[in-house]
T-cell receptor, first 110, second 114 residues
Framework: AQRVTQPEKLLSVFKGAPVELKCNYS??????LFWYVQYSRQRLQLLLR??SRESIKGFTADLNKGETSFHLKKPFAQEEDSAMYYC????????????FGQGTRLTINP | DGGITQSPKYLFRKEGQNVTLSCEQN?????MYWYRQDPGQGLRLIYY???????QKGDIAEGYSVSREKKESFPLTVTSAQKNPTAFYLC?????????????FGSGTRLTVV
């Protein structure tokens, strides 16, 4: 079954500390993975996608097929990073659709 | 200004009533989606549509219905058969099949049963 798991519902770190939001997936095909972010009172928006190997707002995520993981990392957290983060898997087999994890609420403490 | 618009922002429904949530996009996207967002459960797919006049059930379609008569519009009806309709509903659209799989989301509708 296709599934995305974010084991941490809540994550709290201090400003300037490293951040890692965990994401694991289950998918029999070649995975296409994304991170979406929802800041307070804003729309859910795309943060980054693994196929473009980009770094957005200092965040990076590496696909590890051996561990079926796509963890989101940032070396130095900033207060404006506080938000809800969702990992998502794009299902290509059959109809195309995104499957989301449960989300992690990240709080950066001053 | 291109985008995806959901209305209303807040909706109150009495038990036993059907209500319809609107979703309109002017991005010329082929695909549209409805998700339900509940705390601790992430986003769960209700219905999706890849092209006009065609749609498929998602993971939690029971108690919901949709139509896709126009490319720009994908309304969601929450029927009285939906046992727990109070939630935040998100509509999204994408250019399916082009290799760019990013979704554009609306601002959401918060539905409350009173």
């Amino acid at each position: 079954a296709q599934r995305v798991t974010q084991p941490e519902k809540l994550l709290s770190v201090f400003k300037g500390a490293p951040v890692e939001l965990k994401c694991n997936y289950s998918y029999s095909g070649s995975p296409e993975l994304f991170w979406y972010v929802q800041y307070s009172r804003q729309r859910l928006q795309l943060l980054l996608r693994h196929i473009s190997r980009e770094s957005i707002k200092g965040f990076t995520a590496d696909l590890n097929k051996g561990e079926t993981s796509f963890h989101l990392k940032k070396p130095f957290a900033q207060e404006e990073d506080s938000a809800m983060y969702y990992c998502a898997l794009f299902i290509i087999q059959g109809a195309q659709k995104l499957v989301f994890g449960q989300g992690t609420r990240l709080t950066i403490n001053p | 200004d291109g985008g995806i618009t959901q209305s209303p922002k807040y909706l109150f429904r009495k038990e036993g009533q059907n209500v319809t949530l609107s979703c309109e996009q002017n991005l010329n996207h082929d695909a549209m989606y409805w998700y339900r967002q509940d705390p601790g459960q992430g986003l769960r797919l209700i219905y999706y549509s890849q092209i006009v006049n065609d749609f498929q059930k998602g993971d939690i379609a029971e108690g919901y219905s949709v139509s896709r008569e126009k490319k720009e519009s994908f309304p969601l009806t929450v029927t009285s058969a939906q046992k727990n309709p109070t939630a935040f509903y998100l509509c999204a659209s994408s250019t399916a099949g082009t290799g760019d799989y990013g979704y554009t989301f609306g601002s959401g509708t918060r539905l409350t049963v009173v």
